[in-house]
């Protein structure tokens, strides 16, 4: 099976532009990373990752996640 690449920084950076503003809007709402998983039915150690930039989240999260939120996907990417 094929290494893949690490990410460029370009990508990093971004995935903690995504991560900020996800934790920017949670907090806006006043929820902790635990409601948040629970609205958006992930985990919160999934959300932590993804708020910290260490995991890149797929679509449907993401989706899931802005519906949670109540925001717009837009507002987030």
């Known amino acids: ?3 893949v690449p690490p990410p460029s920084p370009r990508v990093l950076a971004a995935r903690r532009a995504v ?3 996800i934790r920017a809007a949670r907090l806006h709402a006043n929820l902790t990373q635990e409601a948040l998983a629970d609205r958006a039915g992930l985990d919160r150690q999934a959300i932590n990752r993804i708020e910290q930039g260490h995991a890149s989240p797929i679509l449907d999260n ?3 996640i802005a519906d949670a939120l109540g ?3 837009r507002d987030l990417v």
């Open 71 to 73: 925001v717009p996907l």
């Open 1 to 3: 099976m094929p290494l």
């Open 19 to 21: 991560g900020q503003r």
């Open 62 to 64: 993401l989706i899931r």
